[in-house]
T-cell receptor, first 114, second 113 residues
Framework: NAGVMQNPRHLVRRRGQEARLRCSPM?????VYWYRQLPEEGLKFMVY????????ESGMPKERFSAEFPKEGPSILRIQQVVRGDSAAYFC????????????FGPGTRLLVL | DQQVKQNSPSLSVQEGRISILNCDYT??????FLWYKKYPAEGPTFLIS?????DKNEDGRFTVFLNKSAKHLSLHIVPSQPGDSAVYFC????????????FGDGTTLTVKP
């Protein structure tokens, strides 16, 4: 029973490039959450998705960031025209229902923007 | 404005003694609180939670206390073990079913043998 999978684990991009982060939820989980952790800080909620729907994107920056969770395949967090301030660890969590206790986190993707 | 604060970035405790990690919040709408444990290069793992209708919840060596009037909660680990060494995050939610939490910055606990 595989846990939440995220890839890549590490991603290096130059300023202006695009970053695509993938999250495969646990089997049977239809709720996905993305969080960002800046150095020396806690996790900050970005977006909550169910299959094919964005439920809450109140934590997403207004520009350059987008997320999707298609009917088939992983959830994707896309960052266009990356800047150095986007360097962070991005964590995905999944749950079978919208309840915090049942959220399982992936190992994260560490994005470094040069 | 940080709504969930963990004022101690680090804590060092001797094995077998009690570890007390503290967390303060400012948003009176928060009614559900969680503690997560995180090892390096891994994602956070849910540890224990408490609803605002309670003031204490216990699970084995871990107990969470909630003081609503002071907007303060604490996590007690007794007895502390070296394997407890990790970063502990406090998180709060205004809706238990929303799935969205506000996290503190974490406290790094080191348990010395």
């Amino acid at each position: 029973n595989a846990g939440v999978m995220q890839n890549p684990r590490h991603l290096v991009r130059r300023r202006g490039q695009e970053a695509r982060l993938r999250c495969s939820p646990m089997k049977g989980h239809s709720h996905v959450y993305w969080y960002r952790q800046l150095p020396e800080e806690g996790l900050k909620f970005m977006v909550y998705l169910q299959k094919e729907n964005i439920i809450d994107e109140s934590g997403m920056p207004k520009e350059r960031f987008s997320a999707e969770f298609p009917k088939e395949g992983p959830s994707i967090l896309r960052i266009q025209q990356v800047v150095r301030g986007d360097s962070a660890a991005y964590f995905c969590a999944s749950s079978p229902v919208a309840f915090q206790e049942t959220q399982y986190f992936g190992p994260g993707t560490r994005l470094l923007v040069l | 404005d940080q709504q969930v604060k963990q004022n101690s970035p680090s804590l060092s405790v001797q094995e077998g003694r009690i570890s007390i990690l503290n967390c303060d919040y400012t948003n009176s709408m928060f009614d559900y609180f969680l503690w997560y444990k995180k090892y390096p290069a891994e994602g956070p793992t849910f540890l224990i939670s408490i609803s605002s209708i309670k003031d204490k919840n216990e699970d084995g060596r871990f107990t969470v206390f909630l003081n609503k009037s002071a907007k303060h909660l604490s996590l007690h680990i007794v007895p502390s073990q070296p394997g407890d060494s990790a970063v502990y995050f406090c998180a709060a939610s205004a809706d238990t079913n929303a799935g969205k939490s506000t996290f503190g910055d974490g406290t790094t606990l080191t348990v010395k043998p």
